[in-house]
């Protein structure tokens, strides 16, 4: 599975940036996808994720303000964050699961400045 992220940037706190994620498989065969973030010092935490094609379930840090929404023709799972937060400042990962593997997309650096 190949994914490819793409989306990050610079942002003032209050504004909004879109993540997509494009997958090479289609979002429907994957076990698990999702938005992952790394914060600096931090270990790697979960955003949102899709399992078994089921409906997006958010991080509760992010609820309200942050919304999965896949494209299932192109194979894409977008991250919509809004009112966001010098403390959403993180490099920002697409994950996937299928069968027992595990793979990654490069990250996309959102910063947010105050």
């Known amino acids: 599975v190949q994914l490819q992220a793409s989306g990050g940037g610079l942002v003032q706190a209050g504004g909004s940036l879109r993540l997509s994620c494009v997958s090479s498989l289609s979002i429907y065969s994957l076990d698990r996808i999702g938005w992952y973030r790394q914060r600096l010092g931090s270990q790697r935490e979960l955003v949102g994720v899709?399992?078994?094609?089921?409906?997006?379930v958010h991080a509760d840090t992010v609820k309200g303000r942050f919304t999965m929404s896949r494209d299932d023709a192109v194979n894409t799972l977008h991250l919509q964050m809004n009112n966001l937060k010098p403390d959403d400042t993180a490099v920002y990962y697409c994950?996937?699961?299928?069968?027992?593997?595990?793979?990654w997309g490069q990250g996309t650096l959102v910063t947010v400045s105050s």
């Open positions: 994950g996937a699961v299928f069968g027992t593997d595990s793979y």
């Open positions: 899709i399992i078994h094609g089921a409906r997006a």
